[in-house]
């Protein structure tokens, strides 16, 4: 399995935030479901240092664009905070990796993903990251879809759950490790407990 630096070190070409989230949304509106797809898992009880990273945002992270990397690599670097993700979020990003890498890197990719992010399954109809954040209990959704990050689509989230949808750069510019450690745990936070990269 590929350590993360060097699944970084792959890519050549950065392609623009908005070329992930128009490619993304053409590949959702043609994706067909799989024939036999797996039970949904139960909803589980909300926890404050859990996060989705939409299909964009994990594309994003392994391409560099944006501060994908900035806002997911405390998460690597932290063992108890934990990162939710779905088969269908996987494929996805598997999908666009593959559109503006290559097929190789996609599936090395891939392979590093699974074994990082906690899996969830949900009806293939919902939103992706909307589904798996209410299927294991993440408050925050990281998105690079303007819709999904509207005022108007937080203000109808807001009235059925509490979950922050917010862009890697926003969600990197306020998280503070010590502060998320807190809210869970009665000993003081020790730093970092994991090398991001590897």
């Given at each position: 399995m590929a350590r993360w630096d060097v699944l970084f070190e792959l890519i050549t070409d950065v392609p623009s935030s908005?070329?992930?989230?128009?490619?993304?949304?053409?590949?959702?509106?043609?994706?067909?479901?799989?024939?036999?797809?797996?039970?949904?898992?139960?909803?589980?009880?909300?926890?404050?240092?859990?996060?989705?990273?939409?299909?964009d945002?994990?594309?994003?992270?392994?391409l560099g664009v944006g501060a994908a990397r900035r806002a997911l690599d405390?998460?690597?670097?932290?063992?108890?905070?934990?990162?939710?993700?779905?088969?269908v979020?996987?494929?996805?990003?598997?999908?666009?990796?593959?559109?503006f890498g290559d097929e190789l890197l996609a599936s090395a990719w891939e392979?590093?993903?699974r074994d990082w992010v906690h899996l969830e399954n949900h009806h293939e109809d919902d939103h992706p990251a909307l589904a798996c954040a209410y299927r294991s209990g993440a408050q925050h959704i990281l998105s690079l879809d303007q819709q999904l990050l509207s005022a108007g689509a937080g203000a109808?989230?807001?009235?059925?759950?509490?979950?922050?949808?917010?862009?890697?750069?926003?969600f990197a510019n306020l998280f503070e490790p010590a502060s998320f450690y807190a809210l869970v745990h009665d000993d003081e936070y020790c730093g970092p407990d994991s090398d991001p990269h590897e």
């Open positions: 908005q070329a992930l989230t128009t490619r993304l949304a053409a590949y959702r509106d043609t994706r067909e479901a799989p024939p036999m797809a797996p039970p949904e898992s139960p909803p589980q009880s909300q926890s404050p240092v859990t996060i989705v990273p939409d299909a945002v994990l594309a994003a992270d392994l405390p998460f690597r670097s932290h063992q108890w905070l934990q990162v939710y993700s779905s088969p979020i996987l494929s996805d990003a598997d999908a666009l990796i593959s559109y392979h590093r993903a109808h989230l807001g009235r059925k759950l509490s979950i922050s949808v917010r862009e890697p750069e926003a």
